[in-house]
């Protein structure tokens, strides 16, 4: 089932997000609703909070742009309870980001270039690996929704007070988009 994504304005969004264990109601069927979602909304990555459920998880789909990264072929990987457990400071880079979440804004974002995270995958397997490149720089992105917050936040100065009208409209539904979305009302 294809979920409309909750858009800036929605609380959910500003929330920090819950962790949660195998026994969390209807797991399987969120995952997958997720993964439907993301596909017809045509983005490469989605946190629970966008659909309105406020649980640590989020899925990647770094696949469909393997056309330009061959190295994510295949790419696709859900993540429960993730945390970014160090950011290595040495390196950043800068590149624009968008997100589902925020329809029409596109920003460029310094983010830390190789992180370590952990997590869960779908089996409760335990993960702990250092990622880098663009996979880190979208791990960076989702993680974030997980502890309320946006890739706006990360702007500073002008760029920032430049975005501040387009996300006034997003918050009062002045924006169109080509998916389902909740809006706050
Ligand atoms: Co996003």
Known sequence: MILPIYTYGQPVLRQEA?????????????????????????????????????????????????????????????????????????ETDIMEEGCLSLPGIHEKVKRAKRIRVTYQDEQFEEHDEWVEGYLARVMQHEFDHLDGVVFTDHLKGLRRQLTKSKLQDIRQGNFSCNYKVKVKR
């Open 18 to 90: 819950e962790e949660i264990d195998k026994d969390y109601p209807k797991l399987d069927q969120l995952i997958k609703d997720m993964y439907e979602t993301l596909e017809r909304s045509e983005g490469i990555g989605l946190a629970a909070p966008q659909v309105g459920v406020p649980i640590r998880l989020a899925i990647i789909n770094l696949d469909v742009i393997s056309e330009d990264l061959p190295e994510y072929k295949g790419y696709v990987r859900t993540f429960i309870n993730p945390f970014i457990e160090e950011y290595d400071e040495t």
